[in-house]
């Protein structure tokens, strides 16, 4: 298997969403690149402005570039930053979920279309109505129905929605902090066209083992950003990012609107400040797609990386295999 070197070096990748299409594996990066924007808790160094999709007929085999499947100035309402995607495949097309800044600097996010899991893909002319922040992970169930999933604090502005409605204001502070509820990520469910939402954005609950809401100080379990889900022996897996303790996590639940019950960690911290996965099974096997800054050594340059993972016979993801 590939292991710890980098699947692509030809450019740089991070945040990589991965599935399964018409045989293959396919992989939806974020497309870094260095505009010498210095750090900053806003993100603005993290300026990506295009997408490229990557496919593998094995996961010990060569990785194919497709090139540049969807690019900023395809999108009417986007200014800036195409920042982590997903993609979906449903009623014979494909398509792909990204954030972006509007023209007044607010995340939304958007949809594009294709009839090729390899794009290229037709981005709809305006973001998708009811949704905000960045990280959407799409997820279709067995019965056919789609759901989003997304939400990112500090530059992903999830902070700003306390309310119910955008408020530039509450970007600082940041989040909440003390004895009292973390920031929650955001579900709704999808129309059959994937394009819209067909009901109102909720709260998806994350809770500990006594059913209560993780708190917000409580940085090594919270939700932070890079929402995914999957689906092991008719169980549902979320997993996310807890941002500034660099941990990836899960909880399950038996239902894809939760509440899910925090389970445990499936990745320590990696080189670089960001951490942001997916989670596939591919002819059989189970593999956690991440990334790191082992090529360019610098947070807003980073490489996608994979490792198998393993479920034991409680269903606890581990990443060494189960005795």
């Avoid at 045989?23 to 808790?41: A, F, M, Q, W």
């Avoid at 007929?57 to 570039?65: A, F, Q």
């Avoid at 408020?167 to 003390?178: I, L, M, R």
């Avoid at 469910?189 to 083992?209: A, F, H, Y």
Wanted: hydrophobic letters at 35%; aromatic letters at 14%; proline letters at 7%.
């Amino acid at each position: 298997m590939a292991g710890e070197q980098p699947l692509i070096s030809h450019i740089f990748t991070a945040d990589p969403s991965a599935h399964v299409f018409e045989g293959k594996l396919y992989i939806y990066p974020s497309h870094d690149r260095d505009t010498g924007i210095p750090n900053n808790d806003n993100g603005d160094q993290y300026d990506m402005n295009d997408y490229h999709v990557f496919s593998l007929d094995d996961i010990n085999g060569p990785v194919t570039d497709h090139g540049v499947v969807l690019k900023q100035e395809d999108v009417p309402w986007v200014s800036k930053q195409l920042w982590a995607p997903d993609a979906a495949a449903k009623n014979g097309k494909y398509y792909l979920y990204f954030p972006a800044r509007d023209k007044e600097g607010v995340f939304r996010i958007g949809v594009a279309i294709s009839d090729k899991p390899q794009g290229p893909f037709v981005p709809d002319p305006e973001p998708i109505t009811g949704t905000y922040s960045i990280d959407p992970a799409s997820f279709v169930d067995d019965d056919g129905q789609a759901y989003l999933y997304f939400g990112g604090i500090w530059g992903g502005q999830l902070q700003c929605w306390q309310s119910g409605a955008y408020d530039a204001k509450a970007y600082f502070p940041q989040e909440p902090s003390g004895n009292v509820p973390a920031l929650l990520p955001r579900v709704a469910k999808l129309t059959d066209d994937m394009r819209s939402l067909s009901t109102d954005v909720l709260q998806l609950q994350i809770v500990d083992e006594k059913g209560e809401l993780i708190k917000a100080d409580d940085h090594d379990r919270r939700f932070f950003e890079a929402a995914w889900m999957h689906k092991y022996n008719g169980k549902y897996y979320f997993s996310y990012s807890t941002g500034d303790t660099h941990y990836l996590v899960y909880a399950t639940s038996d239902s894809p609107l939760g509440p899910f019950t925090y389970q445990g960690r499936i990745l320590e911290p990696v080189q670089g400040w960001t951490t942001h996965h997916s989670i596939v099974e591919f002819k059989g096997h189970w593999y956690l797609f991440h990334h790191d800054t082992c090529l360019s050594g610098q947070n807003h340059l980073r490489n996608v990386k994979v490792k198998e993972i393993f479920y034991d016979k409680d269903g606890k993801i581990t990443i060494t295999l189960p005795a």
